[in-house]
């Protein structure tokens, strides 16, 4: 252990195993990596207590930002007229609140074992891809049924193909940022192998086909062509690449039905046909906005938001909202249809802060994770599931700790 994580005390070594464990599960399955987490939350205890990381610890006030984040889920809490009820929601959250807070003491890890750390998540993050490719594969040779498309590319696991969207996409970052910055310091092999992986992972999201994940994916190729234009002088170079690279992608996507099948509902909303998630939306964020108007912005209480939503989609005869009890699919409405403007307000005050320190900061991983953070909850409730709120909680402190860039 002590090559793996070097210059940490025993305790610490604990804490960044248990760490590490987390990074490698998270993509498979959202309910064990809760365990390992909480159990470097226990290490990360320890160390405080014995090791002296109160008194030694590198305060970051940033890292404080991130529990605000939680606070925005305390309205819906109060407000509830069933707090044990609304407890249950609100306490699944405390990874938010308890996570940054412990950052906020402990001492940071050295560079070394700060990307390591990071370029674990993108091995996992290819691992999963391999996986539900070999298992898809078989499917096909098995059962004669295609399964190289949305859920049920990963029906293997408990995840929603929207969080392995939004997790490859921040694999997409973190080897984007890495490539770039040490581009001067790698031979040819090397950059052939950041390249196929990066190229793997992007064609993943085509087959994926997590729409917003794919619009995020894009944003991300075109920020790194225009980076390196900017970075090597060959900017129309690289605007040449970028749509080489787009017109490639797109052959790839129309050329596969099922990825023709699911872009086609950005176009096809309007049919009566529920299974396409852009319709069901609709009518989600329709309700949604109804309650919250009538409620006048002041929430109903997170012990009843479910029941009311329920009630609002039976008036717009969104039958298949009824039975399957959908939340928002929005979690800036479901921010205020639990605890009303107060709640939004804080969470975008803390969101635009961290923003605001990670831009100026030049913490660019740390900025492009928030990004994908904003960009991704505007169709899902990200924060109202284990897998969002495991990622969050973990990255979002953990790239505070990244040292900030001198160059742009």
Not at 359 to 382: A, D, G, V
Request: aromatic fraction near 18%; proline fraction near 3%; charged fraction near 15%.
């Amino acid at each position: 252990m002590a090559n793996i994580f070097p210059d940490t005390s025993f305790i610490y070594k604990v804490f960044y195993f248990f760490v590490f464990a987390t990074i490698l599960v998270l993509p498979f399955h959202k309910i064990f990596a809760s365990f390992p987490l909480t159990f470097a939350g226990m290490a990360g205890v320890i160390a405080l207590l014995f090791s002296g990381g109160v008194k030694s610890g590198n305060r970051n006030p940033e890292m404080l930002l991130w529990c605000l984040i939680f606070f925005a889920f305390l309205p819906g809490f109060f407000i509830a007229n069933d707090q044990s009820l609304a407890w249950k929601d609100v306490s699944g959250k405390l990874y938010l609140f308890a996570t940054p807070l412990l950052f906020f003491f402990l001492k940071p890890p050295g560079e070394k074992l700060f990307r390591r750390m990071l370029r674990l998540f993108v091995f996992s993050c290819l691992v999963f891809i391999l996986v539900s490719i070999v298992i898809a594969i078989l499917n096909y040779l098995m059962h004669g049924v295609s399964h190289f498309f949305y859920k049920e590319l990963v029906r293997f696991t408990t995840m929603h193909p929207s969080y392995i969207g939004m997790y490859i996409n921040f694999a997409i970052v973190i080897t984007g940022i890495d490539f770039f910055r040490n581009n001067s310091k790698l031979e040819k092999k090397q950059r052939i192998f950041y390249l196929i992986a990066l190229a793997i992972m992007f064609v993943y999201l085509l087959i994926l086909t997590a729409k917003t994940a794919i619009l995020i994916g894009g944003i991300s190729l075109i920020w790194m062509f225009v980076y390196w234009g900017k970075k090597q002088g060959k900017f129309k170079l690289a605007i040449t690449y970028l749509i080489l690279a787009l017109v490639l992608l797109s052959a790839i996507a129309l050329s596969n039905k099922d990825i023709r099948t699911r872009v086609g509902m950005l176009f096809n909303y309007n049919e009566v046909n529920y299974d396409n998630s852009v319709l069901s939306r609709q009518y989600q964020w329709l309700s949604a906005w109804q309650l919250i108007n009538d409620s006048n912005w002041q929430g109903v209480g997170a012990d009843v938001s479910t029941d009311k939503l329920v009630e609002y989609y039976a008036k717009n005869n969104f039958q298949k909202g009824v039975d399957e009890r959908y939340n928002t699919h929005n979690q800036y409405l479901q921010l205020v249809v639990d605890g009303g403007w107060p709640a939004l307000l804080m969470f975008c005050i803390a969101l635009a802060a961290l923003l605001h320190v990670a831009y100026w900061s030049r913490r660019y991983m740390l900025f492009f994770f928030l990004l994908i953070l904003s960009i991704s909850i505007l169709t899902e409730c990200m924060f109202e599931t284990l897998s969002g709120i495991l990622f969050f909680a973990l990255f979002g402190p953990l790239l505070i700790w990244e040292k900030p860039s001198k160059k742009a």
